[in-house]
């Protein structure tokens, strides 16, 4: 890449950054418009199905890189023969913005319990046989994935589209989800702070986003035009809660003391976690007949995150064009 090149991203991304910081600096105060970021991201048609997962990829291939590496985190895949821990055939150690993680078409999935089978192991045999160099021949293999650097926001991906091929389409998994206010990995705690949600079809459908700020205790919903806080605070109660539309779950890491203090000044009345109480579907899911919204904050990615970032195709219905308007708590009329 020519000097000159490297210069002229970097003015785009300052200016996709100014961009950026110029939306939500407008809605603290009046009615903004998402036009000029919606139009930095090639997006044309508004109204045309778009995918929430991709569009966060893109969002983070535009901005400076000191920004999208607070979501960038790296994992190390191994391959190694069943015959011995010493023949790794493969070892290779890639970035990711986001965990995908695969679901069942069940009446119920634990983000938990999906979050850990990630990194569990996995042995290929049969016709899936790898070769290995040592052996020099076919054996069985041990897949491992681990999380070599955590990043200091996890994004989790719930593939809830999925190619069927029976039908060969895609289809929409709506499996209730069990989503836990937090999350550990083998250094780091994790809290959750947003939530971008997707109700309907494959074929048309909408996002909305509920988000907790970092300098707020309320959580606070955006639904296209409307910018409103959520009346009950999700986990306030229970330690976690079900939804039907959780599409990608973000994580922000506890691992400062100045952030764990700020995280127990939160939650006075919550429960530790070892008080896990059954979980209710409150957070204002779709069960209650309030539609949240995604902040349509997401984007392609590029191509060399794909082998680590999972990407679902499957394209619903959006409309990129948000108009949001008033201050964090203010409605429309
Ligand atoms: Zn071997």
Redo the contacts with the bound molecule.
């Keep these: 890449m020519s000097p000159h090149s490297q210069e002229q991203d970097n003015d785009e991304q300052n200016a996709f950054d100014l961009q950026l910081k110029y939306l939500f600096g407008t809605l603290k105060k009046e009615q903004a418009h998402t036009k000029d970021v919606t139009s930095k991201l090639g997006i044309e048609k508004v109204f045309e199905q778009g995918d929430a997962a991709e569009y966060f990829e893109k969002i983070l291939s535009k901005v400076n890189p000191d920004v999208s590496k607070i979501f960038q985190g790296h994992l190390r895949h191994t391959a190694t ?1 069943s ?2 821990d010493h ?1 790794v055939n493969s070892d290779e150690v890639g970035p990711f913005w986001t965990v995908p993680l695969s679901m069942e078409d069940n009446n119920y999935y634990s983000v938990r319990e999906g979050f850990e089978d990630f990194f569990k192991s996995s042995t290929v045999s049969g016709d899936n046989q790898m070769y ?1 160099d ?2 020099d021949g076919k ?1 069985d293999a041990i897949l491992e994935c681990k999380m070599e650097h955590p990043p200091e926001i996890l994004t989790l991906l719930l593939k809830r589209f999925e190619f069927d091929y029976n039908r060969m389409s895609y289809v929409k998994i709506e499996s209730c989800v069990e989503v836990p206010r937090r999350l550990q990995t083998k250094n780091c705690d994790y809290e959750l702070y947003a939530v971008v949600d997707h109700v309907g079809s494959l074929r048309g459908g909408h996002y909305t986003a509920r988000i907790k700020p970092y300098d707020d205790h309320n959580w606070y919903v955006f639904d296209d035009s409307y910018v409103r806080q959520l009346n009950s605070k999700p986990f306030e109660q229970v330690e976690s809660f079900r939804s039907q539309s959780a599409y990608l779950l973000m994580y922000r890491k506890l691992d400062s003391p100045d952030r764990q203090m700020n995280h127990g000044n939160d939650h006075k009345s919550s429960l530790s976690d070892s008080q896990l109480s059954t979980p209710s579907c409150s957070f204002e899911t779709g069960a209650s007949g309030t539609k949240e919204e995604e902040r349509k904050a997401l984007a392609p990615q590029k191509r060399q995150r794909q082998s680590f970032s999972c990407c679902q195709l499957p394209p619903h219905r959006t409309s990129h064009n948000l108009s949001v308007t008033g201050t964090r708590t203010g409605v429309v009329p």
């Design positions: 023969c015959i011995s023949h290995c040592y052996c054996t």
